[in-house]
């Protein structure tokens, strides 16, 4: 008989090869979204579809039955929730008096704290994505004036801009700004509403996906 006293038992938890169960278990260990499909040949995982960078780096991460990733058909977009936010903030336009730089008191405070606001928005949905977000900030003037003051002036202005976001706490390590005077108007500068949206700043946001980790 077996001597029960030399007897050592171990156990281990049993993870099925099979690719159905492989491609079973990468789904729910990387939490795939919907928009992505997945399939597995000779240990490879295959993804493609539509995510967001944050997935990638899930799906990179080892995985039993997991041998390699192939994740060049996916491609990266941003969440709706963080794509609204962006447009909050795109939205929005400081505006200047003529041949000025200096913020109107009311209601330029209002917009700069609701672009502040969207913009803390953006930059929370981005680290939680995956996302490295720069903000550029585009000054423009009217057609009054000499061209070379009006270049300074619209730079100037993206520079108050910028200072007055970041009393707000908008890290201005990953703010660009523009100055491009009467060039590239908003509007024709033919009637004053026009001129008046061209004595501004705008704003535009790039995403750029951060690095994935080493698998």
Known sequence: GIN???????????LSLEPEIIERRVRQVTRAPDTVT??????????????????????????????????SGVELV?????????????????????GSAALDVASAQETLQAI??????????ADIEGWQVELTMTGRTDATGPTERNALLSTRRSEVVRDALQTRGVAI????I???????????NDAEQESTLNRSVSFALTLTPLPLPPR
Not at 79 to 95: D, F
């Open 178 to 188: 523009m100055g491009l005077g009467v060039t590239e108007p908003l509007r024709a």
């Open 116 to 125: 502040a606001d969207a913009y803390a928005r953006v930059s929370a949905l």
């Open 78 to 98: 941003p969440s709706p929730a963080l794509e609204q936010s962006l447009a909050m903030v795109e939205e929005h336009r400081v505006l200047f008096a003529i």
């Open 4 to 14: 029960m006293t030399r007897v050592e038992e171990r156990w281990q938890a049993y």
């Open 38 to 71: 997945l399939t597995i040949e000779e240990g490879v995982l295959l993804a493609s579809g539509a995510a967001e960078p944050s997935w990638l780096a899930r799906a990179a991460a080892p995985i039993a039955g997991v041998d390699a990733v192939d994740l």
């Open 173 to 176: 390590n990953r703010v660009r």
